[in-house]
């Protein structure tokens, strides 16, 4: 379990005297935590690595705004924090992956895909969200369409 992981390398981090280690998995801990007591049950990997992805969309936003504002500090931090989620997420599919795995799908629900293409967007999201970001998802659909 990836919340293990995070925990034994809190520890680690504490142990180390590494800050601003420990203060992002103590964040990603405390958001896994806080997504088991709202659903009162402990988080299978996947719900886990959604929670992950999740910081990691806010850390882009908080590098895309210290960017526009100019702001270096905050670019560092978000830069490292990022990073720090980064190593718990599964690698992300390269586009010539991502284009694979649609296609199958779309061949796989074919008689969907004929009556409404848009219709496959949740579905392609829904079994490929732990693999690539759904900007990207989104983007391969339209691009097959």
Do not use: F
């Not at 034994?8 to 992002?24: G, M, Y």
């Not at 801990?29 to 690595?49: C, G, P």
């Not at 829904?126 to 998802?137: C, F, M, P, Q, T």
């Amino acid at each position: 379990m990836i919340k293990d992981q995070i925990k034994r390398d809190q520890l680690q981090a504490l142990k180390n005297k590494d800050q601003a280690r420990v203060n992002i998995l103590r964040y990603i801990l405390s958001k896994i935590q806080n997504k088991e007591i709202e659903t009162q049950k402990a988080l299978i990997e996947s719900e886990e690595i959604a929670v992950l992805q999740k910081i990691k969309k806010e850390l882009n936003e908080s590098l895309a705004s210290g960017e526009k504002a100019g702001r270096q500090e905050l670019i560092t931090q978000a830069k490292t924090e990022l990073a720090v989620v980064s190593s718990y997420l599964p690698p992300e599919l390269s586009e010539e992956q991502l284009k694979k795995e649609v296609e199958k799908l779309i061949a796989q629900n074919q008689e969907l895909y004929q009556k409404n293409p848009k219709a496959l967007i949740g579905l392609c999201i829904k079994n490929l969200k732990n693999v690539a970001d759904s900007s990207r998802i989104i983007a391969v659909l339209n691009s097959l369409s």
